[in-house]
């Protein structure tokens, strides 16, 4: 995927124009936003869309004065390569001209909504440019879905959130497996997965689109015969999504890839309009609103003008098939007999040449007296092979008319100077044959491109039904549940939805209550006690819920979020104390500024980086004004004085994670934790001694550090 970016200038700086392209998926996506300073909503934009490559304005890398948009882009996508090109390209009026010639008949009405955002209009306008010039790819006159996504109806999760949260990436190694999407990834087509990703990092806000979701995903879970029948169905579609590249016009069609490409996708468009009937049937007796929709959009009688189209041109039989060998043989006979008597001419002096090979191949075993076969891949071509379990035979001892010998376990290939002659024909008829059987194609493919647009509409709903198929199998799980939506957060006996994943035991399920009444909640509980999990635990349950997946407790309500803010963070460096405590306050300044009522904030140990009196003052500040909205606030603290906010603010509750003390054999105390959230302040005191003590500390260290606890302790009460 390949991004352009570009902003206004002037009075205009922060109004940020974004077009993002698939070169092998048709479908562009524009998008304008009116950003800050910091530009987290073009950055978080940027996460979504997940580009290999960004394409900005050269005026943005000028050394003179370089773009702090352009700087920040740099540092948080360091693996993305930055391609400067021309302002000039970057014309809105050039954008609108390329979008009304390309965009296709179904989505044409979004000319009307982007008449007027110059700024991704004029992003659009350099990116197809570049596209076609660089990468070479052109596309054919209404072939293009065209899509604009404003940041409206879906829920903000800035990218140091979606980092910490581990929705795509875990933070425990390489293996992505334990990230939200590892967990709920079950789909079985790219389309599936595209569309899961950017939903766990944007989730949906509209209510009805998750009831939407959620009947189809309980629908699903309902009748064993439809979920069956959608697992098995699913993993014939993995590759519907290129279907789309048949909208495509590439400007060297003369080229042998060119044309073994075409075939190959011309080939998958009739295996798949074969596989809907099937899947419509699936839906037949379906109820929810999602599934009746996708069986109205499979009796799109276009599929079956298309189908009919196919057949008139190609065999029943021909699909798409594995293997060299196999698909070779798809590709060039696929085309009927009479319909291009050249072709017909090619193929049959083709037969002949596979004939001449078959007959030289016996004709040598004969003569040596081997058990020798005619073998075909798409690196050596046509060659001979031989299996030592047949008879054993070393490469030396081979006669000397057989030449390029390779050994590949037990078996032995190799060629003679007549065959490598022959092979050479053969492949020049080959060529010919794709070549010829490409102009049959493009003329079919120019016959059904006016009825094509429906494949657009197909790729959604499988993508969408694959996506909720995966839910249904992650909610499948007994001690999963449908989450409900109201206007309070409860959810009973909730767990982690990745440590349940990965932990071979189930972990210890926990209660979350906020209502407009109580919004405000205060956790503490000594380290490794299980706070920093839990606040997470919260929000990963708040994003699975949204985005129409059940969720691993024994009852669940939520409220719709519309942004997501959090100051997490596993950096303890004392070296980092002094500039994460600065970026803190900016970070708290930018919430305040930009929360709404539904909005959900966790927060791990406010204002640590500094002293403990300094520190507990600014945070008991900071909370003073998030609560004057009506945003679900959970913090995590060891300030225990902050707990005192409850004595003066009703909507404030005190937690805290049980820690139970126990005296070891050796006379050692140690804590032994239970996870488990209890209402009230922790009354564990010193709990860093004891984790201390539990590390093997010296003694000396530990009974100086409790005097000097003490002592500190009786100060403070004075």
């Keep these: 995927l390949v991004t352009a970016l570009t902003e206004g200038r002037g009075q205009a700086r922060g109004e940020v124009g974004i077009a993002a392209l698939d070169i092998n998926y048709p479908h562009l996506i524009l998008c304008q936003i009116s950003d800050s300073q910091t530009y987290v909503n073009t950055l978080t934009k940027i996460n979504v869309l997940n580009p290999i490559e960004i394409i900005v304005p050269n005026t943005f890398c000028d050394t003179q004065a370089m773009s702090k948009l352009y700087t920040l882009v740099q540092e948080a996508f360091p693996t993305v390569t930055l391609s400067s090109v021309l302002r000039k390209h970057f014309r809105d009026t050039r954008g609108l001209q390329q979008i009304q010639h390309l965009c296709a008949n179904e989505y044409s009405s979004i000319e009307i909504v982007v008449s007027q955002k110059f700024y991704a209009l004029a992003a659009a306008g350099a990116l197809l440019k570049y596209i076609e010039f660089v990468r070479n790819v052109l596309f054919a006159p209404r072939s293009l879905k065209v899509e604009y996504q404003g940041s409206q109806n879906t829920m903000v999760i800035d990218m140091k959130t979606a980092h910490f949260l581990e929705l795509i990436l875990s933070l425990r190694g390489s293996n992505n497996q334990y990230s939200l999407m590892g967990v709920m990834n079950h789909c079985q087509t790219n389309g599936g997965v595209r569309l899961l990703r950017s939903n766990i990092l944007e989730p949906p806000c509209l209510l009805e689109t998750i009831l939407t979701r959620l009947d189809c995903v309980q629908e699903i879970l309902e009748s064993s015969e439809l979920n069956l029948a959608l697992e098995s169905l699913m993993p014939k579609f993995c590759d519907v999504n290129h279907l789309l590249a048949l909208c495509m016009q590439m400007p060297r069609q003369d080229s042998k890839e060119v044309a073994e490409t075409q075939m190959k996708y011309t080939l998958l468009l009739k295996t798949t309009l074969e596989i809907l009937p099937t899947l419509r049937l699936a839906l037949q007796n379906c109820e929810s609103r999602f599934l009746c929709a996708a069986r109205e959009c499979l009796a799109d009688e276009r599929y079956q003008n298309i189908h009919c189209k196919i057949l008139s041109v190609l065999h029943d039989d021909a699909r798409t098939a594995k293997g060299a060998e196999a698909s ?18 090619a193929r049959q002096t083709y037969c002949e040449i596979v004939s001449d090979i078959s007959a030289l191949v016996a004709r040598l075993a004969s003569e040596h007296s081997l058990p ?9 071509g046509y060659h001979i092979q031989l ?101 309070v957060l409860d959810i009973r006996q909730s767990r982690h939805p ?30 490794m006690g299980g706070k920093s999990i839990y606040i997470r635990q919260i929000a990963l349950l708040q994003i699975m819920a949204q985005i129409g997946c059940y969720v691993p407790a024994q009852a669940a309500t939520f409220r719709i979020s519309d942004h997501i803010f959090s100051r997490l963070s596993f950096d303890d460096s004392i070296e980092c104390n002094a500039s994460t405590f600065v970026l803190e306050l900016k970070e708290f300044q930018f919430i305040k500024q930009v929360m709404t009522p539904n909005s959900l904030i966790i927060v791990d140990e406010l204002c640590r980086g500094t002293s403990c009196e300094e520190g507990t003052a600014i945070a008991w500040v900071i909370m003073e004004q998030l609560m004057e909205e009506d945003a679900f606030i959970f913090l995590t603290t060891h300030f225990l004085y902050l707990t005192k906010l409850q004595e003066l603010f009703c909507n404030v509750t005190n937690h805290h994670f049980e820690a139970v003390q126990e005296t070891t054999d050796s006379g050692r105390d140690r804590l032994v934790y239970t996870h488990k959230l209890l209402p009230g302040v922790t009354p564990v005191d010193n709990y860093g001694l ?29």
């Design 328 to 345: 070779q043989m798809q590709c060039n006979f696929a085309v009927k007999a009479g319909i291009s008597g050249i072709l017909d001419l």
């Design 372 to 380: 020798l076969k005619v073998n075909y891949n798409g690196n050596w």
């Design 387 to 487: 299996s030592q379990s047949k008879r054993h035979i070393s490469e030396s001892d081979l006669p000397p008319v057989f030449v390029q010998v390779h050994k590949n376990r037990n078996t032995l290939s190799f060629t003679t100077q007549e065959l490598i002659q022959v092979d050479r024909r053969s492949k020049e008829t080959l060529k010919e044959i794709i070549m010829l059987s490409n102009v049959v194609i493009c003329d079919l493919l120019a016959d059904i491109r006016s009825d094509i647009g429906c494949l657009f509409k197909l790729c959604e709903v499988i993508a969408e039904l694959d996506m909720l198929t995966s839910f249904a199998n992650l909610g499948s799980v007994s001690t999963y549940v449908r989450p409900q939506f109201g206007r």
């Design 498 to 527: 990745i440590l349940d994943f990965i932990l071979q035991h189930e972990p210890v399920a926990n209660d979350v209550f906020a209502s407009s009444d109580y919004n405000c909640h205060i956790i503490t509980g000594p380290n």
């Design 690 to 718: 004891h984790l201390a003590q539990g590390l093997a500390c010296p003694e000396s260290v530990l009974d100086n550090a409790k005097k000097l606890a003490q002592k500190l302790s009786l100060q403070r009460k004075v």
